[in-house]
């Protein structure tokens, strides 16, 4: 238990599918964040946001929307997917911002768009 | 342009023997770094930071130099173990802010 649960693990869609990748945490930290994991590739920070604020979005194509209803949960809705967008996502949190405060990330979502 | 650059994709030590992991950066504004370790199907977990104010920091096995002149952090872990096998990415971030640069990530393997 990492604190940080994502859901699902595993997702195949088609690129005309609408999906959505859930996260959550439990750490009562404040900012939430997307990673994406391409193979061979350091990890993509895609979106951050505070206090349920986006403050960051870095130029994720509009195919990817992300959602925060509230500091503990982060969604990523996904529709009309490319093969390329095919990686490993990942959620992270921490308390928020300064020296210190470690991102804890969750298992991630391994994503296959065929 | 990446930022935080980890050159060698794979390492591979003998069990008790020291693990070097190297990490190389070309932002200035960097001034806190950190080691994440990942095993597969799992994400990242955080490992062991340093701020920029010191040029070590110790925790058990694991202990990360910082050059600053250099732009350059290291992570050594002394005895490694097999259980040590993972995927380390090193990070950085600035102070005023929350968002982690991530480098590609090395292929540590430690056999028995």
Redesign the interface.
Same mark, same amino acid.
């Given at each position: 238990e +990492?604190g940080?649960t %994502?859901t699902p693990r595993h997702l195949v869609m088609g690129m005309t599918n609408k999906k959505s990748l859930k996260c959550e945490q439990h750490l009562g930290h404040n900012?939430m964040?997307w990673y994406k994991q391409s193979a061979?590739?350091?990890?993509e920070?895609m979106f951050?946001y505070?206090f349920k604020e986006q403050t960051?979005n870095n130029s994720v194509p509009s195919r990817f929307s992300p959602e925060c209803p509230n500091s503990s949960h982060l969604f990523l809705h996904l529709h009309t997917l490319q093969p390329e967008d095919s990686a490993l996502y990942?959620c992270?949190s921490?308390p @928020? %911002? @300064?020296? @210190? +405060?470690?991102?804890?990330?969750? %298992? @991630?979502t391994r994503l296959t768009v065929v | 342009d990446q930022q935080v650059k980890q050159n060698s994709p794979s390492l591979s030590v003998q069990e008790g023997r020291i693990s070097i992991l190297n990490c190389d950066y070309t932002n200035s504004m960097f001034d806190y770094f950190l080691w994440y370790k990942k095993y597969p199907a799992e994400g990242p977990t955080f490992l062991i930071s340093i701020s920029s104010i010191k040029d070590k920091n110790e925790d058990g096995r694991f202990t990360v130099f910082l050059n600053k002149s250099a732009k350059h952090l290291s992570l050594h872990i002394v005895p490694s173990q097999p259980g040590d096998s993972a995927v380390y990415f090193c990070a950085a971030r600035k102070t005023s802010g929350s968002r982690l640069t991530f480098g590609e990530g090395t292929q540590l393997t430690v056999n028995p």
């Open positions: +990492t940080v %994502q900012a964040y061979k590739k350091p990890l920070l951050v505070n960051e990942l992270a921490s @928020g %911002q @300064g020296a @210190g +405060t470690e991102a804890f990330f969750g %298992q @991630g | -």
